[in-house]
C-alpha cells in the first residue's frame, strides 16, 4: 500500500491526476476506516491521508454562518464555544460522541462520509439545514448536505472531489440534542433526535426534528411538525405521526418496535421539557 | 508532500518518550503494533482492537488517542509518548502510586491506558470534579474493578495540591 500526505489542497488536486482514483483509498481520522482493514477488509493500493490539508481545517465565524473544515477534530467542536453557543444540538452530539481518544482522532468529514444511519453529528447538522462546499480540481459547489448523504456508507461524491467545508447558517433559533445509547459513552445510537425551535407565549412557533437510527438516512419528522405547528402544543396524540417518517429496523443494539416507542416517548418528553423552560440554548 | 517511495514502506521517524526514533515500517503497520512489535515497548495494550476499550491509549502530539486506530505512518515527525516515558523509572509516577494505594489495579491489563488517561486529565486542569473524572476516562473499560477504586484514586491525585 503506497501512502501519501499531502500538504496543501493544491497539492492533493495536482497529484490527483498522477493517482488511479479506482485504487485510492482517503484517510480522515482513520476510527472506523483502520480497524476495517484489521478485520481483513482489503487494504487499497494507495492510501491519502487528507488529515493535513490546512483548508481542510478551522472552525470560521462568518456574518451568517459558521464554516467548519471537515477534518476538524470532534474534539475541536465540543471545545469549541462558537460552537456551544450557535449551534448547541451539535456541541451536544459531540459531547455525546464515543471516548476522548476517538474525538481527538474522529473528525466531522469523516462522520458525515461515512453517511452511518446512527451518526452522532448527522442529526444535528440536518436540522440546521448543513450546506456542504464540495472542491475538485475545475469544480467547485455548495449544495445541502441531505443532497449528498445517499445511503448507509454512501456519498455522492465524485473521485478527486473533497468536502471541504461543512457551512451552519445561523438562525437565531434555539436546539437540543439527544442520544439513546445503551450506555452513556462509546456507544453507537439506538435512537437520536435534534430539534431546532423558537418558543413565542409558550406556544412552538419554530420547529424542526431530525431523527437518526431510524432510518437509511436521518429524516425530518415532518409529519409531527405539521401538526404541532397548527397550533403550537406538543399533544401526546401527534406522537403516533412520527410513524410516518421513520423506518426502524431490528439489530443488535435495539429492535424496531423498541426504536419506534423510545423516539416517541422521548421526542414527547422533550418537547414538553423544552416548552417549559421556555427558551432554549 | 509525504508520500511513500517503495509502496509497501515507509522512512518513519518519530519521537517516542523523548527519544529520536528512525525505522523502515510497513505502511499499513498500525502504531500499536509499531509500538509493541519493533520497538518493544510492550507496555501498551491491545484489547478490543478497534477502539472500544482504550487498553492501547498512548499520547501523541499531547492528544490521548487509541494506538489500534492509528497507522504508523500517519505519526511522521510526531511526538509519542507510551507508559513507559511517563517517567524515568524508580521513582513511579505519582498517579502510578496512587492507583497502588487505592488498589486501582487487579488484573492490570487496561492500567497503563487508563493511567495515560487520567494523566492527560489531570494535567489539564487543576481542580478536577467528579464529572470531569467519569467523563476523562470514559474512553477506558476495566472488566475487574467496577471503576470505584479507579475512579477514587484519580480523584484523590487530583485533590492533590
Redesign the interface.
Not at chain 1, 1 to 7: D, F, I, L, V
Not at chain 1, 98 to 102: K, T
Given at each position: 500500500?503506497?501512502?501519501?500526505?499531502?500538504?496543501t489542497l493544491s497539492?492533493y488536486f495536482d497529484?490527483w491526476s498522477t493517482w488511479n482514483a479506482s485504487k485510492v483509498a482517503l484517510?480522515a481520522?482513520?476510527?472506523d476506516l483502520?480497524?476495517k482493514?484489521?478485520?481483513g477488509h482489503a487494504?487499497p493500493?494507495h492510501?491519502i491521508?487528507i488529515?493535513?490539508i490546512p483548508e481542510l481545517q478551522g472552525i470560521v465565524d462568518g456574518e451568517n454562518s459558521i464554516e467548519i473544515g471537515s477534518m476538524t477534530t470532534i474534539?475541536s467542536l465540543k471545545r469549541s464555544a462558537m460552537i456551544r453557543r450557535y449551534f448547541p444540538a451539535l456541541a451536544m452530539a459531540a459531547d455525546s460522541f464515543?471516548?476522548?481518544?476517538?474525538r481527538?482522532?474522529a473528525t466531522l468529514g469523516g462522520n458525515i462520509a461515512n453517511a452511518s444511519p446512527a451518526g452522532d453529528t448527522l442529526t444535528p447538522l440536518y436540522a440546521y439545514d448543513t450546506m456542504v462546499r464540495i472542491t475538485g480540481r475545475d469544480s467547485d459547489r455548495t449544495v445541502p448536505l441531505s443532497d449528498i448523504v445517499r445511503g448507509p456508507g454512501e456519498v455522492n461524491l465524485r473521485p478527486g472531489q473533497l468536502l471541504q467545508t461543512v457551512i451552519l447558517p445561523k438562525s437565531g433559533r434555539s436546539s437540543f440534542f439527544y442520544k439513546l445509547g445503551l450506555r452513556?459513552?462509546?456507544a453507537i445510537a439506538v435512537v437520536n433526535f435534534a430539534v431546532v425551535y423558537s418558543i413565542a407565549d409558550h406556544h412552538y412557533t419554530d420547529l424542526v426534528i431530525t431523527a437518526g437510527a431510524v432510518a437509511p438516512r436521518v429524516v425530518y419528522l415532518s409529519s409531527l411538525t405539521g401538526a404541532i405547528l397548527d397550533d403550537g402544543l406538543p399533544r401526546r396524540e401527534y406522537m403516533a405521526l412520527v410513524d410516518a417518517d421513520i423506518s426502524p429496523i431490528d439489530d443488535i443494539r435495539a429492535s424496531a418496535e423498541y426504536r419506534r416507542m423510545a423516539l416517541k416517548n422521548l421526542v414527547d418528553h422533550y418537547l414538553r421539557h423544552l416548552l417549559e423552560r421556555g427558551h432554549g440554548r | 508532500m509525504i508520500f511513500t517511495e517503495t509502496p509497501a514502506y515507509f522512512d518513519l521517524e518519530v519521537k517516542v518518550n523523548g527519544e529520536n526514533v528512525s525505522r523502515r515500517v510497513p505502511t499499513h503497520q498500525r502504531l500499536l503494533d509499531f509500538l509493541r512489535e519493533t520497538l518493544q515497548l510492550t507496555g501498551t495494550k491491545e484489547a478490543c482492537g478497534e477502539g472500544e476499550c482504550g487498553a492501547c491509549t498512548v499520547i501523541l502530539d499531547g492528544e490521548t488517542v487509541n494506538s489500534c486506530l492509528v497507522l504508523a505512518v500517519e505519526t511522521h515527525g510526531s511526538e509519542i509518548k507510551t507508559i513507559e516515558g511517563i517517567t524515568s523509572g524508580e521513582p513511579p509516577a505519582e498517579i502510578q502510586e496512587t492507583f497502588v494505594a487505592e488498589h486501582a489495579v487487579q488484573c492490570g491489563y487496561c492500567t497503563p491506558g487508563f493511567i495515560l488517561s487520567a494523566m492527560q486529565l489531570l494535567n489539564s486542569q487543576t481542580e478536577i470534579t467528579d464529572e470531569q473524572v467519569r467523563e476523562g476516562l470514559e474512553g477506558n473499560i476495566c472488566r475487574c474493578t467496577g471503576y470505584q477504586k479507579i475512579h477514587h484514586a484519580v480523584a484523590n491525585a487530583g485533590t492533590k495540591p
Open positions: 500500500m503506497k501512502y501519501s500526505r499531502p500538504e497539492q497529484s484517510l481520522g482513520g476510527t483502520i480497524p482493514y484489521e478485520k487494504l493500493e492510501l491521508d488529515k493535513a474534539e464515543a471516548g476522548a481518544q476517538i481527538n482522532r452513556r459513552a462509546m | -
